[in-house]
């Protein structure tokens, strides 16, 4: 379980780095001035989206233990290995709404809709479905996502010019690489 924790969390701590959730997580601080809220919303909205994500990874894995979807989840860790290195952006359009309500559920809603088919979603279900374990996953994944989202809430643009979001996306890219090549190695026999 400690496993499964710990890759979890390092996974998406540097996958979120530089991610579009991150930048939004920047954007939110400087238009609402409501740091705690804006973390409150993203801890809600994270742990909604991974704890779904991760029972998908766990329920998926649990009706295919066949060996092809074995190599079909390596093969996605490797794929995001690749998705990692691509920069991310928010694009004009998807700026941080008008504010309705409190800076909670602003954060609440935005957070929850932008990381619904991101990266480090996508690395939730693969994540739960390698270690089969939704609650050690999700925890691992939202420490993760609070670990990386935080300091950008309580630091800002700050923090993006002092960080080498090159570097940050590069080990994150390693670590989803290795995570593959030992599923595929596990799938394939090569591992005992």
């Known amino acids: 379980m400690l496993e499964a924790f710990a890759a ?7 996958a979120e780095i530089g991610d579009k959730t991150m930048l939004l997580a920047i954007v939110l601080a400087a238009k609402l001035r ?7 919303g993203i801890l809600a909205a994270t742990i909604a989206n991974h704890a779904l994500a991760a029972l998908v990874g766990r329920e998926v894995a649990g009706l295919l233990e066949a060996p092809w979807f074995r190599i079909a989840v390596a093969l996605g860790f490797i794929a995001m290995a690749a998705w990692t290195l691509v920069p991310d952006k928010l694009d004009d359009d998807e700026t ?5 309500g409190n800076a909670f559920l602003t954060t ?4 929850f809709l932008v990381e619904m088919g ?3 979603q996508v690395a939730t279900i693969a994540l739960a479905a390698h270690y089969k374990a939704v609650l050690t996953v999700a925890a691992g994944t939202t420490l993760g996502m609070m670990l990386a989202n935080v300091p950008a809430v309580l630091l800002g643009e700050a923090l993006v010019k002092r960080v080498s979001l090159t570097a940050t996306r590069t080990a ?6 290795v995570l593959g090549l030992w599923q595929l190695a596990e799938a394939l026999g090569w591992l005992g």
């Open 34 to 40: 409501k740091p705690w809220q804006i973390i409150a």
């Open 108 to 111: 609440l809603v935005s957070f």
């Open 96 to 100: 941080a709404p008008a504010q309705r």
């Open 172 to 177: 994150a890219a390693l670590l989803f690489l």
């Open 8 to 14: 979890s969390t390092a996974v998406v701590a540097l």
């Open 118 to 120: 991101d990266k480090t």
